[in-house]
């Protein structure tokens, strides 16, 4: 009797190994498929490596992922797919951190502070009866004050025929201790007026009026843009073929992972991606209140 030996099923290759798998098949380098998919070597030898923390953020890699998995011809959908269920995935333990059981405290070793405490306390309260017997036992007997003081004239009160007319203010007299007297100076008309809020309050600039962007793709990119006051407006990947239109306010910041895949209007108008903003394959600019694109600094 022949015995028949099942053949062991092969172990299911992981994402890298279908990308490299299809790669080879199409016949092409790592360089020439960066070249083609407008990405650097290095994200593509980290997607074959499975390295996928070295991209970035999940979302990158998902866009890279499904690119590259369309280009050589494997399914882009079930390799995300794949990818989002080994992030979903709890880390293993980190068996380093051990618990330790917590240490008791030897109420022995109290005794020492506390009695150096008590030592300090007993020590300032008898240097502060020391003092407080002192001051007391040497203190000079207080004179009065009618030997020494001067006499202080009061000013008569002034006559109702005395009173001054309408609309004036008379100076005010200070009697002194020695009777004499000091005229302070009368207020002005225009005083009151002077300290109060008679300028005008500058009102706060209008805001500016919203910037429509447009962003049309011939290709997949990744897309950021932030308004004036950093409020996320767009943050996703943007697919091939189609057109994003985003309001406002600016100065806009925009942030685009594959800028040669896009054609950027400000308020209808064409605008071109300077040159100093362009990073590789990306680019970071903003959009002006004027309509005008400049290399973002963030």
Do not use: C
């Not at 809020?197 to 009102?203: H, I, T």
């Not at 009026?209 to 308004?227: C, I, M, Q």
Request: no cysteine; charged share 20%; proline share 8%.
């Amino acid at each position: 009797m022949e015995e028949t030996v099942a053949s062991a099923a092969p172990a299911p290759r992981s994402i890298g190994e279908r990308l490299r798998a299809g790669r080879e098949r199409a016949g092409l380098s790592v360089p020439a498929t960066a070249e083609k998919l407008h990405l650097d070597v290095k994200v593509i030898e980290a997607l074959e490596a499975d390295r996928f923390a070295e991209i970035g953020a999940s979302v990158y890699v998902r866009g890279h992922l499904r690119r590259y998995a369309d280009f050589v011809g494997e399914s882009g959908v079930e390799l995300v797919q794949a990818y989002t269920a080994r992030q979903a995935l709890p880390p293993p333990p980190d068996l380093t951190q051990v618990p330790q059981a917590e240490r008791r405290a030897d109420p022995r070793r109290l005794i020492a502070p506390l009695v150096g405490l008590g030592s300090a306390l007993v020590l300032a309260l008898a240097i502060w009866w020391v003092l407080a017997s002192s001051r007391s036992g040497g203190s000079a007997p207080a004179t009065t004050a009618s030997s020494t003081a001067p006499a202080v004239v009061a000013a008569p009160p002034a006559s109702p025929a005395a009173a001054a007319p309408a609309g004036k203010i008379t100076p005010a007299v200070h009697v002194t201790a020695g009777g004499a007297g000091s005229a302070a100076p009368a207020a002005t008309p225009g005083a009151a007026a002077a300290t109060g809020s008679g300028a005008p309050k500058r009102e706060d600039a209008a805001p500016a009026r919203k910037t429509r962007l447009t962003l049309e793709l011939n290709s997949e990119s990744w897309v950021e843009v932030y308004d004036s006051q950093g409020e996320r407006l767009f943050y996703d990947v943007a697919s091939a073929n189609s057109v994003q239109s985003i309001e406002g306010r600016p100065p806009l910041r925009v942030v685009l992972g594959n800028a040669g895949a896009v054609a950027v209007q400000v308020d209808g108008q064409a605008r071109e991606i300077p040159a100093s903003a362009l990073n590789g394959e990306g680019a970071r600019f903003v959009v002006n209140r004027s309509g005008t694109l400049a290399r973002s600094r963030q």
